[in-house]
């Protein structure tokens, strides 16, 4: 058994599409879904499946081993950030290397960088007049949105487009890859 962890602060639809994806499969599973956020919706979705949760403080994350001995003690070979906005401290990077990886909501390395999530990324996009956005998945490193990338896809954008219809857009493509680039990875690693 392949088993992931994800990490999200708000409201998990990547994670609930990734939770689904790997839902009766016998190979893959979602094992624990963490947030910093006690309030954050994809705590509620992780209960819905009956998959455990953790929630930690900042006091926790960045000065403790906690997290880290949690995710050892759980056998986790993929951690995946899916809307997650605490940088991710050298202490869990080392402790797995390449097995952390992130979804960023435009074409990186344009659009990227601290306080770049969600909304802010997609009207930063529109002011700069782009004709066309994407979304990435890269490896994890100890800089916002800088590692390795490993996929992206783009769509167009039409006159007219609102953040609401771009962040759409990029939403389905979001959803459509990043469970399939997860399993990808998975079996990459399962020699391993
Ligand atoms: C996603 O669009 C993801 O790309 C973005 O947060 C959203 C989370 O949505 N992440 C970033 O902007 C990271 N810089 P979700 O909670 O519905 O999955």
Redesign the pocket.
């Given at each position: 058994m392949k088993r992931i962890a994800i990490f999200?602060?708000?409201?998990?639809?990547?994670?609930?599409k990734i939770i689904e994806y790997f839902h009766k499969n016998k190979e893959i599973e979602v094992s624990l879904v963490l947030s910093n956020r006690p309030d954050a919706y994809?705590l509620q979705r992780a209960d819905n499946f009956e998959i455990p949760t953790h929630v930690f403080d900042r006091d926790e994350f960045y000065h403790s081993n906690e997290v880290v001995k949690l995710l050892q003690n759980l056998n986790i070979d993929l951690i995946v950030?899916?809307?997650?906005?605490w940088l991710v401290p050298e202490g869990l990077i080392k402790a797995f290397p390449k097995r952390i990886i992130?979804?960023?909501?435009a074409l990186l390395p344009k659009f990227?960088g601290k306080g770049?999530?969600?909304n802010k990324?997609h009207k930063a996009v529109i002011e700069a007049g782009e004709q066309e956005s994407g979304?990435t998945i890269h490896y994890v490193n100890e800089h916002?949105?800088e590692g390795e990338i490993i996929h992206q896809s783009k769509y167009k954008i039409d006159k007219g487009d609102n953040v609401d219809m771009i962040?759409y857009k990029?939403?389905q493509l979001?959803h459509h890859y990043y469970p399939k680039v997860i399993e990808n990875l998975l079996k990459k690693y399962r020699n391993n």
């Open positions: 999200a602060s708000g409201s998990g639809s990547n994670a609930q994809v950030l899916a809307g997650f906005l992130n979804i960023h909501p990227g770049m999530y969600g990324v979304i916002f949105d962040a990029g939403q979001e």
